[in-house]
């Protein structure tokens, strides 16, 4: 039996682009900040600029409310 060549294998078997090898647990590399917790989305911690921020939030979702 003599040995495929790269071209010969991809005309009998196609290629395939999908993922290979393993996939790692995707939350375990994530890392959890204050900044998506409620206190900070409404500026309630006393922050200043996350006032500022909850206020410029509302304005927006507001935006094309009638």
Do not use: P, W
Request: net charge positive; proline share 0%.
């Amino acid at each position: 039996m003599e040995e495929k060549d790269d071209f010969q294998l991809i005309l009998e078997n196609g290629i395939n682009f999908g993922r290979g090898g393993d996939r790692k647990d995707s939350n375990a590399d994530k890392v959890k900040t204050k900044a998506k917790k409620k206190k900070y989305i409404t500026g309630a911690h006393g922050s200043g600029s996350a006032k500022q921020k909850a206020k410029y939030r509302e304005q927006r979702a507001n935006r094309h409310k009638k």
